[in-house]
């Protein structure tokens, strides 16, 4: 975890989340790039007027990012951790897509809204765009305002129908070994036993976890699969959610569910979203 990419649009939302990551990587030195993406409209578009607003916009944005830094001074005045800032005309999620492959990004931190401030799906518009757009890193998402605490139990979702190897399973490990956290792996219960492939997935993936303190949960399907997984985080009072965001994977079958749509499955704890290509 050497480069860590947060955006932020100042709000106090945003830098509990980067408070939060640097609590969390405080055992190695990384590199937090800090970046707002500020992109104007106006429908007088070529005109003074526009050129004004971009030029107020852009002003803005690095004097925003200028508090940020010394807002940072102010509270790790020791840390081990370097801080850049980066302010980027366009779009949030296009600029995101090409600041993490020019830093050679590791892991995108934000934070989420959730559905108090935001009718959304699943989590907070942006959050669910970057997880759904961002396929070269992992996506750690933070509720808002989340006070830190070392997390202890960590819960990784699977349906087993994929392969696992070292570099995906690099985020969960990293922390987890950082932590001495135990990590929970979580199953829906949707058939009777495990087909063949399923049984070689999970003897791989067990065989990654022997460093660890780990345990397997099969859970009830309830009305949802949202529905399943919030019972059991709140059950064992898990501090951090996994998942691996694969193509047509688990995950964004549950982001589809209308009754997510509806109740917005406002998370109180953060969630790692691990892409692949697979």
Known sequence: MENILMPTDFSNNAYSALFYAVKLLKGQASNFHLLNAYDEYTPLRGTLVEKNRANQLKAESIDGLQQIMHRIKLDFPKTKHTFRSISHHGALIPVL???????????????????????AIFLG????????????????TIPKELDFKPPKEIAFVTDYHHSYDAEL??????I???????ISLMHIHEEEVLDETQEKNKSVLLK?????????YWMPLFKTKANSIQTFLDELDIDILTMVNYEHSFLKKVSRE???KRMAFDLDIPFLIIPTND
Do not use: H, W
């Open 258 to 260: 209308p009754v997510v």
């Open 97 to 119: 897509i090409e600041e993490v492959e020019a830093r050679q990004i590791d892991l995108v931190v934000m934070g989420n809204s959730g559905c108090s401030e935001v009718e």
């Open 208 to 216: 990654y976890l022997l460093p660890f303190e780990y345990k397997i």
């Open 176 to 182: 987890a070994k950082q932590y001495r956290a135990k």
């Open 125 to 140: 518009s942006n959050a669910l765009d970057t997880i759904s757009s961002i396929k070269q890193c992992p996506v750690l």
């Open 169 to 174: 399973l690099q985020p969960l490990l990293f």
